[in-house]
Nanobody
C-alpha cells in the first residue's frame, strides 16, 4: 500500500486545515494514523482510527483534531482546528496491520502555524 498525504500548508494561529491521506489500495483492514515530527524529535502519534472506527488522540490535540476514514475512498482525514504554533510539524500518515505485520508510511506533509 502506498500512501499519499496532502493538505499541509501555512496557516495562522487559530485557523484550520484538513489533511488527507489517499492509499493506493484497500485500507479496510488497517489501523490508520497520523503522526507528526519536528526537527530533532521523534515521530509522535497524533491520532489513530481502527478498522471499526475507534479513535485515539494525543492529549495535546484532543478536542481540536478529528480523525476520520472513508474506506470506500481508501482515504483517511485529519481535521485540525484551533491550530497553534506548537502544531507546526511534518505530518505523516500511517497504515498498520498487526497480522504480518505491515506498516506503511506516507511521505509527509508540512504544517506551519504562524503566531
Amino acid at each position: 500500500v502506498q500512501l499519499q498525504a496532502s493538505g499541509g500548508g501555512l496557516v495562522q494561529a487559530g485557523g484550520s486545515l484538513r489533511l488527507s491521506c489517499a492509499a493506493s489500495g484497500s485500507i479496510s483492514k488497517f489501523r490508520m494514523g497520523w503522526y507528526r515530527q519536528t526537527p530533532g524529535n521523534q515521530r509522535e502519534l497524533v491520532a489513530s482510527v481502527t478498522l471499526v472506527g475507534t479513535t485515539n488522540y494525543a492529549d495535546s490535540v484532543k478536542d481540536r483534531f478529528t480523525i476520520s476514514r472513508d474506506d470506500a475512498k481508501n482515504t483517511v482525514y485529519l481535521q485540525m482546528n484551533s491550530l497553534n504554533p506548537d502544531d507546526t510539524a511534518v505530518y505523516f500518515c500511517n497504515a498498520f496491520l498487526m497480522i504480518g505485520p505491515y506498516n506503511y508510511w506516507g511521505q509527509g506533509t508540512l504544517v506551519t502555524v504562524s503566531s
